[in-house]
């Protein structure tokens, strides 16, 4: 079965300095990872997905994640923070392959941003 | 483009009284998927639909949980006699497809639905 742990329920950041939230994952097959954004009252964002290709994964608005097989890590990166970014971020994994692609969520990380 | 989106945004129903929640995926999107995100938590799974087939509804809590796509695009959720532990945020998420090449595995959220239950 396939599961992730998301290692900080909050994580408060300045603006300007990084932000690191952190992921381990577990998976019986090669996974896909991804990385969701949830913003107040709006929909989920995906920020970015690794599919077995560059361990190194760019998405959106600066966000970087890297997958790293020996450590069963997906942590999420940026250089520095914004106000903007505040929001909540899931982890989320799939078995990878063909087949269908049930999303299983980690329980989030809140990122906070003061000025 | 239009993204997926769902009605009502708030839904407050009062226990046992029976409710319904639609969703709009995306025009051409083949796969629909619903999750419930309690207060908390993260998103879980409930059921899955490629067009018109429901090929999963493993995460379907009770058998007061219903859900239906028939013509292949709009789905609506039903709860019956609805309980407070259904209070959450009904989210649902469609794609291009689920099978076969990385690039369809993108799901699109909706903004969701809130139910309360009172």
């Known amino acids: 079965a396939q599961s992730v742990t998301q290692l900080d329920s909050h994580v408060s950041v300045s603006e300007g300095t990084p932000v690191l939230l952190r992921c381990n994952y577990s998976?019986?097959?090669?996974?896909?990872l991804f990385w969701y954004v949830q913003h107040p009252n709006k929909g989920l964002q995906l920020l970015l997905k690794?599919?077995?290709?560059?361990?190194l994964v760019k998405g959106i608005n600066g966000f970087e994640a890297e997958f790293k097989k020996s450590e069963t890590s997906f942590h999420l990166t940026k250089p520095s923070a914004h106000m903007s970014d505040a929001a909540e971020y899931f982890c989320?994994?799939?078995?990878?392959?063909?087949?269908?692609?049930?999303?299983?969520f980690g329980t989030g990380t809140r990122l906070l941003v003061s000025p | 483009g239009a993204g997926v989106s769902q009605s009502p945004r708030y839904k407050v129903a009062k226990r046992g009284q029976d409710v319904a929640l639609r969703c709009d995926p995306i025009?051409?999107?083949?796969?629909l998927f619903w999750y419930q995100q309690a207060l908390g938590q993260g998103p879980e799974f409930l059921t899955y639909?490629?067009?018109?087939?429901?090929?999963?509804k493993s995460g379907l809590p009770s058998d007061r949980f219903f859900a239906e796509r028939p013509e292949g695009s709009v789905s609506t959720l039903k709860i019956q006699r609805t309980q407070q532990e259904d209070s959450a945020v009904y989210l649902c998420?469609?794609?291009?497809?689920?099978?076969?090449?990385?690039?369809?595995?993108?799901?699109?959220f909706g903004p969701g639905t809130r139910l309360t239950v009172t």
């Open positions: 998420a469609s794609s291009k497809r689920t099978s076969g090449g990385k690039s369809s595995y993108e799901q699109y």
């Open positions: 998976s019986s097959y090669s996974p896909s």
């Open positions: 690794y599919t077995s290709a560059a361990t």
């Open positions: 989320v994994v799939t078995p990878g392959g063909t087949g269908f692609q049930k999303l299983v």
């Open positions: 025009s051409g999107h083949v796969s």
């Open positions: 639909f490629q067009n018109e087939a429901q090929l999963d």
